[in-house]
Nanobody, 112 residues
Framework: QVQLVESGGGLVQAGGSLRLSCAASRSIYFKAWYRQSPGKQREPVATITSIGSTTYADSVKGRFTISRDNAKNTMYLEMNSLKPEDTADYYC?????????WGQGSQVTVSS
């Protein structure tokens, strides 16, 4: 069993920055950050492969950066130039031995 514990969410003004962290209880293949707004489906925001290749949703390209520190079993999402439409619950995702694991969710609210 793996636990993913997120931190770093909060309230920020438009144009501001936040960094989300996702700490795993053991070594895991970190895959992605997702977000979900009220009334919408959960959508991928950024992905990272085992060799460190990254992809981003068009809406966050150039503003968000996904990264990980394998030594700390932690994945990050650096969010800059935040917009009100970035307001959502953010979830980290990882996989180990064929099982998917999710963080508990971090609320990000961007005020205009």
């Amino acid at each position: 069993q793996v636990q993913l514990v997120e931190s770093g969410g909060g309230l920020v003004q438009a144009g501001g920055s936040l960094r989300l962290s996702c700490a795993a209880s053991r070594s895991i293949y970190f895959k992605a950050w997702y977000r979900q707004s009220p009334g919408k489906q959960r959508e991928p925001v950024a992905t990272i492969t085992s060799i460190g290749s990254t992809t981003y949703a068009d809406s966050v390209k150039g503003r968000f950066t996904i990264s990980r520190d394998n030594a700390k079993n932690t994945m990050y999402l650096e969010m800059n130039s935040l917009k009100p439409e970035d307001t959502a619950d953010y979830y980290c995702n990882g996989r180990l031995l064929g099982n998917e694991y999710w963080g508990q969710g971090s609320q990000v609210t961007v005020s205009s």
